[in-house]
């Protein structure tokens, strides 16, 4: 056979041997922006990891070996244990091991959530699964604070940087990872439909529980959070998966997802029946016990989503500017330069946004910092979860047929974008609770206000926009119909206030020019001729990876 026959030419090579935090100008610029040098310092080792061939194999090798239920061990025992691909155990090790979980919440360093959150963004490229029991972990901790009891006894070992798997009881780990059992399959979102019965033992605090749960991922940690009805209503309870005494708790789980991605994350249905559990806050409060959970999840969904888009422009980027068609490099040829820099302005919003929220975690006891968190956490777990799928496809498409093979791992990425939107609350839940928080807690809309005003009279777009939306909050007859346009429009706006503050200008008026304009297409590659080659060519730059 001819050699040439077998010759591959005109490919891009793989996309690896880069720093993943250092090669992302809009999150390096994050960092130093709401952390210091040192924070982005220390994710060196993280971003090395993260850009390297054998990171890249073992993101693919979980997704590719799903993990097994395993209900009765060979002698007929019950044992519900789920078994994983070594590949998602070198992802967790490291993902804990870099404090990726629930560390933040007793670090002594400056800007540990800012830290923590570049690094979730960042890790997360590498596959997105196991992000879901780090995430979990570390939202636990804000829940935890209900019960000071609990909260002493688990905030340890959920903040250990140890990776510790197995069924043991608590005492015999070095480490621990925390999950969550909220929805049931008559409700959904609506957890106040829930029907599970907690029963009071007669020992204060200690409950037997009885009803299932219809999503509950990571179902091999080691504590739960679950909402359950009480004699006083729905109710917060610590649901630990093996008792002090080494015996097994009551954890019976009936069946693993089949799901359209997250395919290396086991997600289960669970059936409680005699389940020895621990109440979290007082009966009736289960809602308000959870609430600064959901807060950290969404967090970690925005996140999440941004590192979904920065891993795809980034494989798209690299793709053509080693690839040619038609006589020249794909990057050099103006219609794919457009949609490159389109994909990476949208890449570069989420990242932004994304990182101002984490530094409003950081920033706890400050009254604005709190307000903002509260009214700005739906808005951009609406919004940048939404924009993601769109996103992400069109980076799939930047590769043509490549990228529609399993090979290159964006058929993984897109499986994987829908999910954010979905998880801890749907659009149509984050939106209504954008509209809940205006209602109930005015303070909201002075902090969107504020941030927003920071950038008020550098760019007449963005100052159009916030006046629009302001207008949409005087009519409050359509509100609620309307409640997407409202998410939508006030996310746009901030991270219009935080390009226009800190990214380069050219970055700043592509954004402006279409997510802030009414003659915006909603498809990428439509940035407008008069931004000029120049200015495109600055923001692909930027996005680019270069490899040592």
Not at 49 to 76: C, I, Q, V
Not at 168 to 180: I, Y
């Amino acid at each position: 056979m001819d050699q040439v026959i077998r010759e591959a030419t005109n490919q891009a090579p793989p996309l690896v041997g880069h720093h993943v935090v250092n090669s992302d100008a809009a999150l390096s610029e994050a960092v130093l922006r709401h952390g210091s040098p040192e924070v982005l310092k220390s994710l060196d080792e993280l971003g090395t990891l993260a850009g390297t061939e054998k990171a890249r194999n073992h993101g693919m090798l979980a997704n590719r070996f799903e993990p097994e239920l395993h209900s009765y061990d060979r002698y007929g025992n019950r044992v519900d244990e789920v078994a994983f691909h070594p590949s998602w155990h070198w992802l967790m090790e490291h993902a804990v091991g870099f404090g990726l979980q629930a560390a933040p919440w007793v670090s002594d360093e400056s800007h540990p959530h800012v830290r923590r959150a570049a690094g979730f963004l960042a890790w997360s490229q590498v596959e997105s699964g196991h992000g879901c029991p780090i995430s979990m972990t570390y939202a636990a901790i804000p829940a935890l604070q209900a019960d000071e009891v609990l909260a002493a006894r688990w905030t340890p070992p959920l903040a250990a940087t140890h990776y510790d798997p197995g069924t043991r009881p608590l005492a015999a780990k070095r480490a621990a990872l925390a999950g969550m059992g909220m929805t049931e399959k008559q409700g959904g979102s609506d957890v106040r439909a829930n029907r599970t019965e907690a029963r009071p033992t007669g020992v204060e605090g200690d409950y037997t529980l009885h009803g299932h749960k219809w999503f509950t991922s990571a179902p091999m940690n080691d504590v739960f959070l679950v909402l359950a009805q009480a004699p006083g209503g729905l109710t917060c309870f610590l649901v630990p998966r093996c008792l002090p005494s080494g015996e097994r708790n009551v954890f019976d789980i009936a069946r693993l997802k089949d799901k359209l991605g997250n395919r290396s994350n086991a997600s289960s249905e669970l059936e409680f029946d005699g389940t020895l559990a621990q109440r979290l806050g007082d009966e009736g409060r289960g809602v308000r016990t959870i609430i600064e959970m959901v807060a950290a999840t969404r967090l970690d969904c925005v996140i999440g989503s941004a590192a979904l888009m920065r891993r795809a422009v980034a494989e798209a980027s690299w793709h053509v500017a080693h690839r040619s068609a038609f006589g020249r490099v794909l990057a050099d040829q103006p219609l794919m330069a457009n949609v490159i820099a389109d994909l990476a302005v949208e890449s570069e919003a989420a990242t932004a946004l994304a990182m101002r929220l984490a530094a409003a975690v950081d920033d706890r006891d400050d009254a604005h910092e709190a307000a903002l968190r509260r009214i700005a956490l739906p808005l951009a777990k609406f919004w940048v979860c939404k924009r993601t799928p769109a996103q992400v496809a069109e980076a799939l498409e930047c590769l043509g047929g490549n990228g529609y093979t399993e090979e290159s791992g964006m058929p993984l990425l897109f499986r994987e974008s829908p999910l954010n939107s979905i998880w801890e609350g749907s659009g149509n839940v984050n939106a209504l609770d954008v509209l809940r928080a205006l209602s109930r807690e005015p303070e909201v809309l002075e902090a969107w206000i504020t941030e927003v005003g920071a950038a008020h009279g550098a760019d007449p777009r963005l100052d159009r926009a916030v006046e629009q939306t302001l207008t949409l909050l005087g009519d409050s007859g359509a509100l609620e119909v309307s409640a997407r346009q409202l998410a939508g429009s006030m996310a746009a706006c901030l991270q219009g206030s935080l390009l226009v503050r800190f990214a380069p200008p050219e970055v700043a008026d592509a954004f402006c020019a279409t997510r802030l304009d009414s003659r915006y297409h909603g498809t990428f590659g439509t940035l407008p001729a008069s931004l000029g080659e120049s200015a495109m060519r600055t923001i692909i730059e930027r996005t680019t990876p270069t490899v040592d």
